[in-house]
């Protein structure tokens, strides 16, 4: 399993996005900027990059240009790890 910070404004203090080797797909744990849960806020697993993205939208309700560009930023600081899907 590879984890990275998730760079989405207003939930970037403590969320991560992380590879499941397990089932081949995405997971991201979202707390909201000031929240001291110690569960998040929003938690997603996803078979695929897509279905992330959808489920992170949903889950947020973040504009999709916000959500793209955080999950793209994250996703690149997991190189040199292949993505699953």
């Known amino acids: 399993m590879a984890t990275t910070a998730l760079f989405l404004d ?4 403590q969320s991560i996005l992380g590879t499941d080797e397990l089932t ?4 991201v744990q979202l707390w909201r900027n000031g929240s001291d849960s110690e569960r998040p806020d929003v938690w997603v697993n996803a ?3 897509v279905a992330l993205l959808d489920d992170v939208l949903r889950g947020t309700g973040e ?3 916000k959500v793209a560009a955080a999950l793209t930023e994250s996703l690149a600081e997991l190189k040199p790890h292949p993505p699953p899907r």
């Open 47 to 49: 078979p695929t990059s």
């Open 10 to 13: 207003g939930w970037d203090e």
């Open 63 to 65: 504009p999709m240009r």
């Open 24 to 27: 081949g797909g995405w997971f």
